[in-house]
């Protein structure tokens, strides 16, 4: 599929845009406002990725919605769904020109259903800021990205989106309930509802969640919520090397018989360049690895004591030190050096590689060490972090200093490639929770095999024949 299947957008189709949401929600040739909705966070940096949209659409309701994708069905206008705009892989990226329909108007609170446990939101809606107001009610919505000060509840429906406490609470899809859809057609539709068990059928409302916007318009939200935990402390442990750091956890899993609410690790390049871009002392000179350990709970002493019985295991399985942290102020200060860790990197690489490859959890080492072997055999710098208790680990790979861009813009194609050939033979794939978008679609013959290709094909032209969601993503159609 190429541009030239689709049609421009014409002043008639403006028109026929601006009946349907009013004038004020159109962006239309005013290219400083059109700029903004030209990239996501992943492809900010790279102005050569960069694509306009013709037209912003801004939507109130689903009814727009339906109008909006009926016009866009009829005069085959490519539609590109944009909630924040935090996304890693170029989703929200309109490959193809055409409409970007931006959902940052849908952001109410629609019912707060305290005896269910239960919210139901519009897409809109910032993350955190439900997080927020539902933490005034002693509830939280669990499945959230370390995004959640910018993402939209849509968005991370749309990557089913997982952060640093998957490996306690698992990654959105498992708190996503019910959802109303637009379907490319215009149909609206409502799969699922507030229960907690259905297998009335194919599961329609997953096959929903994670599809990157490419299969139908999330427009309402119902999630299950859970109490929010009291207690909660948080553990910085600093090892000699990587190796022993994540061998030590799942030992630890199991002889404790332990699940913290989040295992996180870094690398000695992650470390060494977090610490210096915040300007702070490393805290134990001779670490080459730390892993970041939050336990929650509802008791705090219960809650203390489980994080000392784990700080004190890996002391004796080789730690060289940790520090713990129980006031919120502190807990943030050391959830700072994980969170902060992938910025860092980003100053110093104007170039690079940045993934998000998953491994059985025991593999991680094997796959840092491969890194580290690929990194080498293409001369360049590469850091690793990520989610240890989930095998999530992101790999940020960039030119050294000196080198140039024409050498790097010939390696880095197969540089990546050969990363994801090693993640295959480590049982692994090449996104556990950034999806695919426009960044990784060549790459997906490499993981997949023909038969699944084939049923995404099949499925993607069953919802949308015409191919007019967010084309480009995920899947290449052509
Ligand atoms: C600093 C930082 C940290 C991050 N940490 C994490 C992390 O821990 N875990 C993680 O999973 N991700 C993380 N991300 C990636 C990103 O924040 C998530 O993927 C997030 O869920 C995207 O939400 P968004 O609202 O920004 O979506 P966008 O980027 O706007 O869009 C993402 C995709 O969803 C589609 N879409 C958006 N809204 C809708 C809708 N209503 N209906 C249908 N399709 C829609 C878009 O077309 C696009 O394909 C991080 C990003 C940054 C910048």
Not at 39 to 66: A, L, Q, W
Not at 162 to 186: C, D, H, M, N
Not at 320 to 341: H, N, V
Request: with cysteine; net charge negative.
């Amino acid at each position: 599929l190429t541009s030239k299947n689709y049609n421009k957008v014409s002043e008639k189709t403006i028109n026929e845009l601006k009946t349907i949401v009013g004038d004020k929600n159109i962006i239309y040739l005013d290219q400083e406002r059109l700029e903004p909705y030209s990239y996501d966070e992943g492809y900010k940096s790279n102005p050569g990725e960069h694509r306009k949209p013709e037209v912003v659409v801004m939507v109130n309701s689903k009814e727009e919605i339906s109008e909006v994708m009926k016009l866009a069905n009829r005069e085959m206008i490519p539609v590109t769904p944009r909630g924040a705009g935090s996304g890693l892989t170029g989703g929200a990226v309109p490959v193809h020109g055409g409409i970007v329909l931006a959902f940052e108007k849908m952001n109410r609170i629609i019912e707060l259903d305290r005896e269910n446990l239960m919210v139901t939101v519009e897409p809109g809606v910032i993350t955190n800021e439900l997080n927020n107001l539902i933490a005034q009610e002693g509830l939280f919505f669990a499945g959230y990205p370390m995004s959640a000060e910018t993402c939209f509840i849509g968005g991370n429906v749309a990557e089913n989106a997982g952060g640093g406490r998957a490996i306690k609470y698992g990654v959105t899809a498992r708190y996503v309930l019910g959802l109303e859809v637009v379907l490319p057609s215009g149909d609206i539709v409502n799969f699922g509802g507030k229960l907690l068990k259905n297998v009335t059928g194919y599961n329609l409302l997953q096959l929903i969640v994670g599809s990157e916007g490419t299969l139908g318009l999330v427009t309402k939200v119902t999630l299950k919520l859970l109490p929010l935990p009291k207690a909660r402390s948080v553990m910085l442990v600093f090892f000699e090397d990587l190796e022993s750091a994540i061998e030590a956890v799942p030992a630890m899993i199991s002889e404790l018989k332990t699940i913290p609410s989040s295992i996180e690790f870094m690398d000695k390049a992650s470390i060494d360049a977090t610490y210096s871009c915040l300007n702070e002392k490393i805290p134990c000179p001779g670490m080459e690895a730390l892993l970041l350990i939050e336990v929650d709970g509802n008791d705090q002493d219960m809650v203390r004591q489980e994080a000392l019985d784990i700080g004190d295991y890996l002391l004796d399985r080789g730690a060289l030190d940790a520090i713990m942290a129980e006031t919120p102020g502190e807990q943030e200060k050391l959830w700072k050096i994980r969170s902060y860790c992938p910025e860092a990197l980003y100053e110093v690489s104007d170039y690079r590689i940045s993934e998000d490859l998953v491994v059985p959890p025991s593999n991680i080492p094997e796959m840092v060490r491969e890194i580290n072997k690929l990194a080498e055999k293409y001369n360049v710098v590469g850091a690793c972090m990520g989610h240890v208790g989930d095998g999530n680990v992101h790999a940020i790979l960039y030119r050294k200093e000196g080198d140039t861009l024409d050498r790097w813009n010939t390696i880095h194609p197969e540089l990546l490639a050969d990363i994801y050939r090693a993640t295959k033979k480590l049982g692994g794939t090449i996104s556990g929770e950034h999806g695919v978008g426009s960044k990784r679609l060549q790459y997906l013959p490499l993981i997949l095999s023909d038969v699944e290709l084939e049923l995404m094909r099949k499925i993607k032209d069953v919802f949308d024949p015409n191919h007019i969601l967010n084309p480009g993503k995920i899947i290449s159609l052509s």
